[in-house]
């Protein structure tokens, strides 16, 4: 199978691990490229109903002026009305009877053209003509004439309202074929080769928006290729539509099942999204498929084994995941030596093992080790140097040392504006942590402003059922804890613990934190 975008992209992971301060450390996945598109839906907005002297009748809320005008002219039919019945004949009486044909008059314009609802027409006089005739008008003649037109503007407006639904009938008919023609043509054109070359430089200059409407193209000629479809979601995955990613990574996986690169991927979304038990049974039939092809020693054994490490930890599940960084860590060094990126990775997610166990200065060491490996190998703007900047911080942060923590996260924070979208999960990270740090130091508020950048960011790339997000409102809890707002803290708390207990389960140690947290605000809010 020959891919012809870049898989020189390593992304990093955010992984959730509470102490007794709910920061991140960031851990290393290892993973080839991958790329997609999303279909924009408009909203339809609802009508509001008028209540106007002709009847009930929808018309746009835009339309403001118009909905006053109407009301406004309801009351004055209905004072009109009770002058004339007790005025004797004569000149005022014949007044009152044209301000009342006028009103009519405008009434129906306004609700059959609220664009132009103050041009009246010969047609619309005559109407009203014909209704209001010179003649003494009762009450009872009112609600008659009144329910006269409300009966002919509704059966006008099922007449209308059917026309608009057989028109759109017509038109999504007419799309589907257009859609189909096009289907059809471009199945008989060849593959364009200088077409490929154009997205994969439009996607190594990360123009990822320009580079999506070729890449659908050739995905819609290839629809039953499994290649493209993996193309097509790791598109999407660089522009952090990772609902959509995680769709076409299941469609390549169907199409080819036992290709451990597809299954790969498919593990590395779904461990992103918080779905670690999925990604672990994802990595493991990756797993199964390199060690038959390659045997034990191999990169790609490796990368499995440190994934499957990875869900491991974001599970709670610390022992096995060590085990597998270890293993993965043995591949690497036979396989490239010390001085790898493999081997950095190793070393940064074994940090990880021992940070979550608060043995920090033991931490630094593997986390040391991977920033020299990638000082030596990357550029001063690399993801990878911002993660061990990131990981660095946290250790400090648990030895007390938050002034150190603090710049730490701000050299991982200068790097990820300068190489991602400001909306992008690292960006949260850095918020987050920077956020826990200023905790810690007794700026409540202050903390507060960098939780809520973390959470806008995270809610906006994975909505409101994922880990990260229970970590923002859970930190937003302890703040407004700290800050003694025990209502806000419980309410915080609250969204935390329902999003836990579903994606980490009600044993895992963060769960147990907020649950704790929890139990401890409410009893406060009580005695208040």
Not at 279 to 307: C, F, M, S, T, W
Not at 396 to 415: F, M, S
Not at 427 to 434: G, H, I, K, T
Request: with cysteine.
């Amino acid at each position: 199978m020959k891919l012809f975008l870049p898989f020189s992209l390593l992304i990093g992971i955010i992984l959730t691990l509470v102490s007794c301060n709910p920061k991140c450390i960031q851990a290393i996945k290892y993973q080839t490229n991958t790329v997609n598109i999303k279909a924009i839906k408009g909203k339809i907005g609802k009508q509001s109903d008028v209540d106007i002297g002709v009847g009930e009748i929808s018309i746009d809320p835009k339309y403001r002026e118009a909905n006053d005008r109407l009301k406004e002219l309801d009351r004055t039919q209905l004072e009109i009305c009770n002058q004339i019945n007790s005025m004797k004949k004569g000149s005022q009486k014949e007044k009152k009877r044209q301000e009342y044909i006028d009103a009519l008059i405008e009434m129906l314009k306004i609700a059959k053209d609220p664009e132009n609802a103050f041009k009246t027409t010969i047609k619309e006089q005559t109407i009203i003509n014909n209704i209001v005739i010179n003649q003494n008008i009762t009450l009872e003649d009112y609600e008659k004439q009144r329910s006269k037109i409300i009966a002919e503007l509704e059966a006008k407006h099922k007449q209308e309202k059917d026309s608009i639904i057989k028109e759109k009938e017509l038109s999504e008919v007419q799309v589907k074929e257009l859609q189909q023609k096009l289907e059809e043509s471009i199945q008989k054109e060849p593959l364009d080769e200088e077409l490929k070359n154009a997205i994969t430089a439009l996607i190594e200059n990360k123009k990822y928006n320009e580079a999506e409407p070729l890449l659908y193209y050739l995905l819609l000629k290839n629809k039953e290729d499994a290649s493209f479809n993996f193309q097509y979601a790791s598109l999407k995955a660089l522009q952090i539509k990772y609902h959509d990613a995680l769709s076409y990574y299941q469609k390549a996986v169907e199409l080819v099942p036992d290709n451990s690169v597809f299954l790969n991927a498919l593990g590395f979304y779904y461990d992103i999204l918080g779905e670690y038990k999925k990604a672990i049974d994802y990595y493991q039939q990756a797993l199964v498929i390199d060690l038959k092809v390659y045997g034990e020693i191999h990169p790609d054994v490796a990368r499995e084994y440190n994934n499957i490490g990875m869900s491991l930890l974001e599970l709670g599940n610390y022992d096995k995941a060590n085990d597998y960084f270890k293993l993965a860590l043995e591949i690497d060094l036979k396989v490239s030596g010390e001085n790898r990126i493999n081997v950095a990775r190793d070393n940064n997610n074994l940090g990880g093992i021992y940070y979550s166990l608060q043995n920090y200065s033991k931490a630094i060491k593997y986390f040391q080790k991977a920033m020299d490996i990638y000082k030596k190998v990357y550029e001063t703007n690399h993801p990878s140097i911002a993660t061990a900047y990131n990981n660095l911080g946290l250790c400090h942060g648990g030895l007390g040392k938050h002034k150190k923590e603090i710049n730490y996260y701000q050299k991982a924070l200068e790097i990820d504006l300068k190489v991602f979208e400001p909306n992008h999960p690292s960006v949260a990270l850095r918020y987050n942590n920077l956020g826990s740090a200023w905790d810690d130091l007794g700026e409540h508020q202050k903390a507060i402003d960098y939780y809520q950048k973390a959470l806008a960011i995270d809610l906006k790339v994975y909505g409101e059922n994922h880990p990260d997000v229970a970590r923002d409102y859970n930190n937003l809890g302890l703040a407004w804890d700290a800050l003694k707002e025990y209502s806000k803290a419980k309410e915080y708390y609250q969204k935390a613990l329902v999003i836990r207990i579903e994606k980490l389960g009600a044993a895992h140690q963060d769960t147990k934190i907020t649950q704790n947290k929890l139990d401890i605000v409410s009893k406060k809010t009580k005695e208040e």
